[in-house]
């Protein structure tokens, strides 16, 4: 053979063997330099997700995964109550007290998940957190979050206001209670979930003081002492806070968990008619939930009357049947009924009677939580009118009058009346779209007919 034809072959192979390794260096060097970008969702996928639980909040309130894998969320709750957080309300973490942490792996997820903490309020208070998925659009995310909302609002309970109650149905005393014998007051007061009717044919699962909604009256006089123990025999932590003292939030105000009890002890110095509530966060569902009630403390001195009563107007904010009031319609401040003393349109069905001709005096507290009360009895004038620690009217010579007594979200007094004759005397608040809403009652002064309003 040509040694030049030898070696013009042998140089060309060896040329085509130096241009597939350098063909194969460059694809080795491409390969590595895109491998962070090739192997970003494995990564990801088997990275741990930190989320911090707090009141009220998930942090971080966005995450992006990838399509089709596990995810590993590692849970901490640094809140002052307990929460949780699960994948559309069903698959997550336990009940997570302060300070207690899980590992939990979520998913696979294709499509961009909503999740939340399904703690009774919680989650319309903030806690929830969307799982987005990479590449996937906003519109999507938005859309997988909408039908749970849609669905529960569309689920809620409605008051029908042409029902009556059952024969059998007992409306709540509205008789102010005694004051207890001596001036230290030791009460035992429980917290509970129970099952109660708030119009006819309606029941809620209210959050109680004592398995009543509004909670029991207490009453008593300047000087006195209480000393309540509260126990939670609910499933929620909960909480008291007592407007007639004065005490730190921190401690006598504090939530306690199931099975827990604390002493909240204060001395009554200050007259007035006082609300009491449930602080525990979120503060607006527990106390539109059911959890007030009202404590009396009489002025130094108070004029003879036959009867006294308590009225606590307060709002009900319906949840699906059987199940807790809504939160967001309590944010929105739409409330479905504005009651007295806990019970649509209670004294309508069982009208108060009393004597024409004799004094009475109706403490009065606006438990709210939101809406405002224009106390009003049609068919007679307040000669007397008391509100937050100080008389606004009294008999006198000017012989003044007063037709409404006016009080914000946890104001309380009193007004003193009598009717001129027998008859029935509506009570309502004066602000005549709540009076529509369930706040009407009835006294009936003398031998009247109740009947055509409704009473027994």
Request: net charge negative; glycine share 10%.
């Amino acid at each position: 053979m040509d040694t030049r034809i030898a070696g013009n072959t042998l140089g060309t192979m060896v040329k085509h063997i130096w241009l597939v390794m350098i063909l194969i260096i460059a694809v080795g060097l491409t390969s590595c330099a895109s491998a962070p970008t090739s192997s970003a969702a494995p990564a990801t996928a088997s990275a741990v997700i930190e989320l911090e639980l707090g009141d009220m909040y998930i942090k971080p309130a966005s995450i992006d995964v990838p399509a089709g894998q596990p995810v590993t969320l590692h849970i901490k709750n640094v809140g002052a109550m307990a929460h949780n957080v699960k994948v559309n309300g069903v698959d997550g973490s336990k009940d997570l007290a302060t300070n207690e942490d899980q590992t939990i792996i979520v998913g696979p997820f294709t499509t961009a998940t909503h999740a939340w903490c399904t703690l009774p309020g919680h989650k319309d208070s903030g806690m929830e957190m969307m799982i987005n998925i990479i590449g996937a659009t906003t519109a999507d995310s938005h859309t997988a979050a909408a039908p749970a909302a849609d669905s529960a609002a569309d689920g809620n309970a409605k008051i029908d206001a042409k029902a009556v109650p059952a024969e059998a149905w007992q409306a709540r005393d509205p008789i102010l209670p005694a004051k207890a014998s001596g001036t230290v007051h030791e009460i035992a007061l429980d917290a509970t979930e129970t099952l109660i009717e708030v119009a006819p044919g309606v029941t809620q699962m209210m959050w109680t003081f004592g398995n009543t909604v509004p909670g029991p009256i207490f009453h008593g006089n300047i000087g006195d002492t209480f000393k309540f123990t509260l126990t939670n025999k609910g499933i929620m932590g909960h909480s008291i806070d007592f407007h007639a003292g004065k005490v730190a939030w921190n401690k006598s105000m504090r939530t306690i968990k199931t099975g827990e009890s604390l002493v909240y002890e204060f001395k009554a110095d200050y007259a007035g008619a006082y609300m009491y509530h449930c602080g525990t966060a979120p503060a607006l569902h527990h106390i539109g939930n059911g959890m007030y009630g009202a404590i009396i403390i009489d002025p130094p001195t108070l004029a003879p009357v036959e009867k006294e009563f308590v009225i606590i107007q307060s709002e009900l904010y319906l949840g699906p049947q059987a199940k807790e009031g809504d939160l967001r319609k309590m944010l929105a401040e739409q409330w479905d009924a504005v009651v007295f003393n806990g019970y649509y349109n209670q004294y309508k069905f069982r009208p108060i009677h009393v004597d024409s001709n004799k004094r009475y005096r109706v403490w009065v507290v606006d438990d709210g939580p939101s809406e405002n009360s224009a106390f009003h009895i049609v068919g007679t004038v307040f000669d007397t009118v008391y509100k937050e620690g100080s008389y606004l009217l009294q008999p006198d010579a000017r012989q003044g009058g007063s037709q409404v007594l006016d009080l914000q979200p946890a104001q309380g007094g009193f007004v003193e009346f009598s009717f001129a004759e027998d008859g029935l005397y509506p009570m309502v608040t004066h602000k005549f779209a709540n009076a529509s809403k369930g706040a009407l009652g009835f006294f009936a002064a003398g031998a009247v007919d109740t009947s055509m309003v409704g009473g027994h």
